[in-house]
């Protein structure tokens, strides 16, 4: 007989799905640990006692590190470019790690020279270090034929030398001479991807709204790290740029999350990164989409 074991949580796999012609593909580059309580500072570990199946079994947060890749009939899009071949510890507490997303992009039938436009949900090193790649102990860009997209706000606080850039000085200095920026509620190459601003985990955050007919999926980028915020959006994490402002966007995409026909492409969740939020007596509660 074999045995279940309570915690099974693994990174997401690579998964996609498709809303009319436009097709999104999680595409994994690594994934990282932390200890919960400090991804979320505020909390005890009493707090996170009735979440331990959100925990693995040495009882630490597993998050997924990953890019999409979206598809219309004439544009290949990639959001975010995940960690890139590296890793970096804070000793005890976290551990991040990328270097997949090449393999990804060949499994989804991909390379770097298909992509046309890149989009970066915000500025965070998991989001964009993997833009670049070194040729001849040079640092280059990895995809030759990519417009580059940011939305306004988030390249000016990262373009400003005062801020705390977490170490993206690199990828910021490749993408200058290229970077775009796009503001709220501008399309996206198509009528049915529009820029939505969600900010709190970052000054300029941004999610993209694809709408298809009635369909609905939100791509959220990190405005939830686990699904245990979904439950508990006042929870925030130690990466919230200003964390009351995250935890109102969190509460009103959970709203737009819990609304008819709408999915949510969470990056950062164990399992799956594809779900839905259904609003039951009085909670908000995340389920993997089948
Ligand atoms: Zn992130």
Redesign the pocket.
């Known amino acids: 007989m074999t045995r279940i074991k309570a915690n099974m949580i693994t990174t997401a796999p690579q998964q996609h799905m498709t809303l009319g012609s436009i097709r999104v593909t999680y595409l994994p580059d690594g994934s990282?640990l932390f200890n919960p309580t400090f991804l979320y500072p505020a909390t005890t570990l009493a707090d996170w006692q009735p979440y331990r199946h959100l925990l693995n079994q040495d009882g630490q947060i597993l998050?997924s590190?990953g890019a999409y890749s979206i598809q219309t009939s004439d544009h290949t899009i990639l959001v975010?470019a995940g960690y890139g071949p590296s890793q970096i510890a804070i000793e005890g507490n976290a551990l991040l790690q990328g270097g997949e997303l090449l393999v990804s992009l060949q499994n989804a039938g991909l390379t770097p020279a298909d992509i046309g436009l890149v989009f970066f949900?915000?500025l965070?090193?998991?989001?964009v270090r993997g833009i670049s790649r070194q040729v001849d102990g040079e640092q280059g860009l990895l995809f030759p034929n990519a417009r580059f997209l940011v939305r306004r706000p988030e390249w000016l606080r990262f373009a400003n030398p005062d801020e705390s850039r977490f170490g993206v000085e690199d990828a910021l200095k490749l993408l200058e001479p290229r970077i775009e920026l796009i503001d709220e509620g501008n399309e996206l190459l198509v009528p049915e991807i529009t820029v939505l601003a969600t900010p709190g985990?970052e000054t300029g955050h941004a999610s993209l709204l694809i709408s298809v007919g009635e369909q609905r999926a939100i791509l959220l980028?990190?405005i939830f790290?686990n699904n245990v915020q979904v439950e508990h959006p006042d929870w925030a994490s130690c990466?919230d740029h200003d964390p009351d402002l995250a935890k109102r966007t969190r509460q009103y995409i959970l709203e737009e999350l819990a609304k008819p026909a709408t999915i949510g492409i969470a990056?950062?969740f164990a399992n799956a990164v594809f779900g839905r939020v259904t609003f039951v007596q009085g909670k908000y509660q995340w389920q993997v989409l089948q």
Do not use: F, K, L, N
């Open positions: 990282a998050a590190v975010d949900t915000h965070h090193p998991d989001h985990h980028g990190d790290h990466y990056s950062h």
